[in-house]
Every structure is written in C-alpha cells, then in structure tokens.
C-alpha cells in the first residue's frame, strides 16, 4: 500500500505547534513508516506538491503569500487541518486586528516619532505584502479538521493523524471539539 503523503504548513504562527507536532516523540518514527513528509518547513521542498492526502496548517492567514500558500494546499490535500488556535481563530496573530488596517499597523510598528531615518519595508521580496485583516484558516478556504489548542497538545495530534491514517473520520462538531 503506497504510504500517505503529509504535509505540515507554517502560515502566519509562531512554530509552537510543528513543536507540538514533533512532541510526540516515539510515535514519529511509526508515522514516518506509514507517511511520507513531503512538504514542511521541516523539509527542504519549495513547491507544495499536488496529491497530497492529509495537511496539517499552523498559523492565520496574514499576509498575501499566506493566502495563496492557502488556496494551493487546498487545491491539492484531500483533507486539511486548521492546526492551532492561530489557524482556529486568528488568535495570537490576529491581535493586530483591532489596530486598524495594514497601513496602519505597519505605521504603527516602524514610524517611530524620533526616528528619522524610520521607514516602512516595501521590498516584496523580503517582506510579504499584509492584509488588512488577520484570518482563521477557514475564512480563506474550507477545513476539513479543527485541532485547537496553543498549541494542540501531542496526544490530541497523534489521535487525529491515528484515525486518519486508519481510515477513520471522526466528526467534528462545535459541541465535540476539545479545547486543551
Ligand atoms: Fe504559536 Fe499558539 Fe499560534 Fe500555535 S496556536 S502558532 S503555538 S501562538
């Protein structure tokens, strides 16, 4: 049987959850004899493959490359994850929210009054170009899976990728969604 190809995403997060992911220690190593990485900030691919069949997505939506990130690995993962109350809610990374709109954050955070040499970054390149809003995973593309937590802890990671990987689907509804 051809191994299940996974993927982990890092969107607009802080990383605390791919350390969650990597907290399950032992259970790594049947993981990886039963999927295989093939796109993560823990492995060196540029593209996000097509086919993918599960994806695990840390981080909200915050800027334009995190949105298209989004639409491609919709496009091609059969079952997506929103990974962590950031992907769930905005939540960290959507504390800019209330600040006002891009502009105004970025004039906020690098026009400094007695900085005279203070400007904003506008080399595209460099610095993604941000929206004007924070967003939860599902306001951009559907999700299949909701894993909250800050971070989601080991044990309830492994449940889910267990249950997928032996081809259950459990059902999530707001009522059973455990927030640990
Ligand atoms: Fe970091 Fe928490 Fe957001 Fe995960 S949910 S990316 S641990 S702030």
Redesign the pocket.
Known sequence: MAAVKLATVWLG?????HM?FLDMDEWLIELASRADLVYSPIADVKEFPPGVDICLV??AVANEDNRHLARVLRERSRVVIAF????VTG???ALRNPLGVALEVLQLAYLRPHEEHARIPDDRTVVPVLLDRVMPLHAVVPVDYYLP???PPAERIRQLLSDLLDGRRPEQTADRISFG
């Not at 997060?13 to 959850?17: A, K, M, V, W, Y």
């Not at 962590?84 to 992907?87: F, K, L, S």
């Open positions: 997060g802080c990383s605390g959850c969650s840390e981080g962590g109350d950031c992907a939540n960290v990374t937590g800050c971070p």
